[in-house]
């Protein structure tokens, strides 16, 4: 069984910064092999790419509305993945979600992947 638990969430005001970190485990589960991607949700609104890092942790894909604040790694010996988040604003409020997919490179779209983490509130308050 394959578990991705993301941690760093919080209530912070506009300006400030927060990390998400998202660890994946499971026994026969290959870090390293999958891309990870980072989601978010807010109410009312559908499930959005934020950020993609491939297996090798190269160049990956922000959205246009995170590009330049927020920033994607990953160590695989850890089995995490990290976002940075810099200058947050309170349009980035909502639940952020790691994900693990199967396909190579970059992947944006949702049903593409295979494993999901429960999610953690990001609110950003005026």
């Known amino acids: 069984q394959v578990q991705l638990v993301e941690a760093g969430g919080g209530l912070v005001q506009a300006g400030d910064s927060l990390r998400l970190s998202c660890t994946a485990s499971g026994r026969t589960f290959k870090f390293s092999r999958h891309t990870m991607g980072w989601f978010r949700q807010a109410p009312g609104l559908e499930r959005e790419a934020v950020a993609s890092?491939?297996?090798?942790?190269?160049?990956?894909y922000y959205a246009d509305s995170v590009k330049g604040r927020f920033t994607v790694a990953r160590d695989n010996a850890k089995s995490t993945v990290y976002q940075q988040m810099n200058n947050l604003q309170p349009e980035d409020t909502a639940v952020y979600y790691c994900?693990?997919?199967?396909?190579?490179?970059?992947?944006?779209?949702?049903?593409?992947?295979?494993?999901w983490g429960q999610g953690t509130q990001v609110t950003v308050s005026l």
């Open positions: 890092i491939n297996w090798s942790g190269g160049i990956p």
């Open positions: 994900a693990a997919s199967t396909w190579g490179g970059i992947v944006t779209i949702p049903n593409d992947y295979d494993y």
